[in-house]
């Protein structure tokens, strides 16, 4: 089959991703890892301490600049890349490095196609997604890293025109479904829809709460988000994507349940040959259900406030809240908070998160137990306070309207 087919088949089954509602990190350009300032290629060395630096996403006087282009087998400077090799940042602020990088323009909302034919000669097409930070923290902190690759693939059935098969992927394994049954957009039956969990980015055939062979992932899909470019990767692979090292410099504290920072997508047996993931692939099973949590907000002096009263009959008490807040006011992505609740039934808490007064929000809520099982988040909108003038009143559907048409494409 030409590559100009498959681009043409990446193009029209490109999947539609909805995130989970306490969701804030989105799939976007790798190049932000590159990019984000401060970040360092370097060698690692046997003992694990860093090793000789290569190149510097700001450079000094004589320092290589890091970027995607940078990247291979061999570097710009040819020098010959090594599997240890990593992108370490010195900071922890990830949440403020991605704002930055994001308010910047170029980076967000992108994923990679690929079209690669198995062992057996069946074509598949992949996506892959690139996701700044891996905040899985249903769990008190445990599982957190620098970087993540995810991704999913779609089969493509003998008459070479549709999918016969979908696969994906979810940390350590995967998940398959026919075709015919997995979810499409309803304006498109040739677009499926990928359910991503919370934190992790595990991708999802079905919204609710999964138990993994580690842990436990929500992947609600209530998160608005825009349509994502897609970015074909054709026959002549970018070097960036053959290079051998880490998107990261986190280790696993946790054997078994934690993951490091991930490889790229060329270190990943599926991307030469889609079949191996196929092997290990079980078949997809409908998610539980989880309720949602007895809570309220509001503002209080220009700060959220939350109730919350919970049942004794629950099976399980909450240990913790986890809210995400958003504004439709501004291009700021939601932040996360997670706040300790055990061994209470009810209280409140009187946050330092700031509520501007002209601004909407739209705020989820959900918990997690003991054992670091989520909920299913409510949405909570909280309505400015200021005094609307009436021109501003008539105007406001509008902009909502225009907010959401923004969201979708």
């Known amino acids: 089959m030409a590559a100009r087919d498959h681009t043409a ?25 590159t990019d984000n300032p401060g970040n360092v290629l370097r060698r690692t060395q046997a003992n694990g301490h860093p090793g ?9 006087s004589g320092q290589r600049q890091l970027s995607l282009d940078f990247l291979g087998d061999a570097y710009g400077d040819g020098s010959k890349a090594e599997r240890t090799d990593v992108i370490s940042t010195p900071h922890s602020n990830y949440r403020e490095a991605y704002v ?18 198995d062992s057996r000669g069946r074509l598949w097409l992949q996506y892959w997604f690139y996701y700044f930070y891996n905040d899985y923290s249903l769990a ?49 039956s040739d677009t499926p829809v990928v359910y991503v969990a919370r934190g992790s980015h595990a991708s999802y055939f079905h919204p609710g709460y999964h138990e993994t ?21 054709g026959e002549d692979v970018p070097g960036w994507l053959l290079w051998p090292g880490r998107w990261g ?26 079949g191996t993931l196929l092997d290990t692939a079980r078949l997809h099973k409908r998610p539980a259900a989880r309720p949602e949590p007895e809570v309220k907000i509001e503002r209080r002096k220009g700060h959220l406030a939350l109730e919350f009263a919970f049942s004794t009959a629950r099976e399980s008490h909450p240990e913790r809240l986890v809210l995400t807040v958003n504004s439709v006011d501004d291009k700021l992505p939601p932040r996360t908070f997670t706040f300790a609740v055990e061994p209470a039934l009810r209280g409140t808490i009187e946050t330092l998160i700031e509520l501007h007064e002209k601004q909407h929000y739209d705020i989820y809520v959900s918990t997690t137990d003991a054992n ?26 509008i902009a909502r309207l225009a907010h959401r048409v923004r969201e979708r494409f």
Request: with cysteine; proline share 10%.
């Open 52 to 60: 000789e630096e290569i190149a510097h996403a700001k450079p000094q």
């Open 372 to 397: 670091g099982r989520p909920s299913e988040s409510r949405l909570i909108p909280i309505d400015p306070v200021y005094k609307q003038k009436p021109w501003e009143k008539a105007l406001r559907p």
């Open 9 to 33: 088949l990446l193009r029209r089954f490109q999947p539609r991703l909805k995130y989970d509602s306490n969701e804030a990190f989105f799939a976007d350009s790798a190049s932000e890892w």
């Open 140 to 188: 008190g902190g445990i599982g957190l890293h620098e970087g993540d690759w995810e991704m999913i693939q779609l089969r493509i059935g003998p008459e070479g025109d549709q999918p016969d098969l979908a696969v994906y992927a979810q940390h350590t394994h995967a998940e398959k479904s026919p075709w015919d049954e997995v979810e499409k957009e309803p304006e498109g």
């Open 249 to 274: 410099d986190t280790r696993p504290r946790v054997r078994g349940i934690e993951q490091p920072s991930p490889d790229g997508p060329c270190a990943h047996k599926q991307w030469q040959n889609p």
């Open 213 to 233: 062979e580690a842990w436990y992932d929500m992947a609600d899909g209530k998160r608005p988000v825009r349509k994502l470019e897609l970015e074909i990767i």
């Open 100 to 117: 930055e990088l994001r308010t910047r323009g170029g980076y967000a909302n992108r994923i990679y196609g690929h079209a690669q034919e």
